[in-house]
């Protein structure tokens, strides 16, 4: 947890060591790489409005370098915050004053989600890739060719949901699974955020968006993965 407030800081901690969690309470963002480096951690609370730092800058960081799931906390009165720092990754937020209960059963949701998509990723071992319609995605260098034999790149929740979809080619997801199996997480508009996310991809891998035939939608369900798919082991 980062926090400037020390009473908040003890508070969490207190209360999370009771449901039987390990809590390591800093004061700055500036010690979070050290933190990093000395153990494993399961998840971030990290408060935007830190002196003399950016919180949103942190944020941004972190998910460029990793995946650790991410707790924002912002005041009730910054809405851009909580929009800007969800675009930039964070996995869900909590306005201040909040409740300790609450933040306990949002970290135990975001650690279940982190659950399913290392499940995800077992799925993949021993894979080299897979194909589909003449494309080729290297999971080992996250790598997408197109039938052309143009590289193409791909953001981490597009990768993510790609990999999602080609793991279960066929399948209809619905947009909570996408949800858990992709980097795109936020409480309120999550469907929005998949359906954009989908669009996003489709634009790159769909010869026609307007008609695509690859990721194909089921009203009211989610999608569907729709052409079939090769794997491509090790």
Known sequence: MVDDDATIRKMVSDFLVEYDMRVTAVSSGREIPELLE?????????????PGEDGLTIAQHLRATSTIPIIILTGRTDESDRVMGLELG??????????PRELLARIRALLRRARMRLSAADAVEGIRGYRFAGWQMNVRLRE??????????LSIGEYNLLVAFLVAPQRILGREQ?????????????????D?????LRKKIEMDVAKPRLIVTERGVGYRFAVPVEVVPV
């Open 90 to 99: 964070a996995d869900d937020y909590l306005t201040k004053p909040f409740s």
């Open 196 to 200: 954009v996310q989908v669009g996003r």
């Open 38 to 50: 000395r153990g494993a951690v399961d998840l971030i609370v990290l408060d935007l409005r830190l």
């Open 144 to 153: 997408l060719t197109s039938p052309q034999g143009r590289s193409v790149p």
């Open 178 to 194: 996408l949800l858990d199996l992709s980097r795109v997480h936020n409480a309120e508009v999550f469907e929005r955020s998949v």
